[in-house]
């Protein structure tokens, strides 16, 4: 379930495992949430009991804060570099 002890304690042991096996020193991360919307993720800014907070790529690849609660997070992909422009599905 991906809630806030997933985030603090699983996800990030998940991220240094990916980065290490693909060679890869920040990889991306996308979220998918259930209504199909999908967010390019930077980085995590903050981890709270009901929900999160990411630093997202905007389709114009312009950086932007979003906060997401969990029960809207769908899936979780790592990349080693961003999609084309284009291809980020907002």
Same mark, same amino acid.
């Given at each position: 379930?991906?809630?806030? $002890?997933?985030? *603090? @304690?699983? =996800?990030?042991?998940? +991220?240094?495992?990916?980065?290490?096996? $693909?060679?890869? *020193? @920040?990889? =991306?991360?996308?979220? +998918?949430?259930?209504?199909?919307?999908?967010?390019?993720?930077?980085?995590?800014?903050?981890?709270?009991?009901?929900?999160?907070?990411?630093?997202?790529?905007?389709?114009?690849?312009?950086?932007?804060?979003?906060?997401?609660?969990?029960?809207?997070?769908?899936?979780?992909?790592?990349?080693?570099?961003?999609?084309?422009?284009?291809?980020?599905?907002?």
């Amino acid at each position: 379930m991906l809630n806030r $002890k997933f985030f *603090e @304690n699983e =996800f990030p042991a998940a +991220v240094k495992t990916f980065a290490s096996q $693909k060679k890869c *020193e @920040n990889p =991306f991360m996308e979220f +998918v949430l259930y209504s199909g919307q999908t967010f390019m993720v930077l980085k995590i800014l903050k981890i709270e009991e009901r929900w999160i907070q990411v630093e997202a790529l905007t389709e114009d690849r312009e950086s932007t804060h979003v906060f997401i609660p969990y029960k809207n997070i769908a899936r979780l992909c790592l990349y080693t570099k961003a999609p084309p422009r284009g291809s980020l599905g907002f």
